[in-house]
T-cell receptor, first 114, second 112 residues
């Protein structure tokens, strides 16, 4: 069974704090993604990675960075959290380079920045 | 123009009725399309994928694709209260693009 695990489900952080969101997948997928989801705005792509140590910006990368040191792990980093980064963050993965490959999501991380 | 757009919701249907959801996409090069279901407070889960023009049926769900008109739809037949959720349409940014763009979603409520 496909498994994408986000270790932190609910976090409350203070403005200016550095925040790490971790994601691990066990399907040996090449591609990993970080999305955020906000009411009325749908899912928006923050960053993605198609290989170890490779990363590319998505639609809304400002204020975020990522790290992929191992194939199975993709971390999202908020260098200095701000209240407008309060959101649900979804990690996802998929295999290969075909546009027909399914993207599988983790359970989500709810981040509140106060 | 957004890459993937869904018809505005929310959509309320009585139990047993057909729920019809529509989605349009902007990139003519897109070859594959996905419908995800998302229950409140949960993450999206794939329910249908479609790659060819025409209809694809899976149980009570039917996906319809019309590449000439650049739309994809989802029909839910014999709607059940358990179908109450937000449905997300997704498509790649291009024919070789494995990143998905998502519509804002249509929230469906099935009234018992």
């Amino acid at each position: 069974d496909v498994k994408v695990t986000q270790s932190s489900r609910y976090l409350v952080k203070r403005t200016g704090e550095k925040v790490f969101l971790e994601c691990v997948q066990d399907m040996d997928h090449e591609n990993m993604f970080w999305y955020r989801q906000d009411p009325g705005l749908g899912l928006r792509l923050i960053y993605f990675s198609y290989d170890v140590k490779m990363k590319e910006k998505g639609d809304i990368p400002e204020g975020y960075s990522v790290s992929r040191e191992k194939k199975e792990r993709f971390s999202l980093i908020l260098e200095s959290a701000s209240t407008n980064q309060t959101s649900m963050y979804l990690c996802a993965s998929s295999s290969g380079q075909s546009s027909g490959n399914t993207i599988y999501f983790g359970e989500g991380s709810w981040l509140t920045v106060v | 123009q957004k890459e993937v757009e869904q018809n505005s919701g929310p959509l309320s249907v009585p139990e047993g009725a057909i729920a019809s959801l529509n989605c349009t996409y902007s990139d003519r090069g897109s070859q594959s399309f996905f419908w995800y279901r998302q229950y409140s407070g949960k993450s999206p889960e794939l329910i249908m994928s479609i790659y060819s023009n025409g209809d694809k049926e899976d149980g009570r769900f039917t996906a319809q694709l019309n590449k000439a008109s650049q739309y994809v739809s989802l029909l839910i037949r014999d709607s059940q209260p358990s179908d109450s959720a937000t449905y997300l349409c997704a498509a790649p940014g291009g024919s070789n693009d494995y990143k998905l763009s998502f519509g804002a979603g249509t929230t469906v409520t099935v009234r018992a």
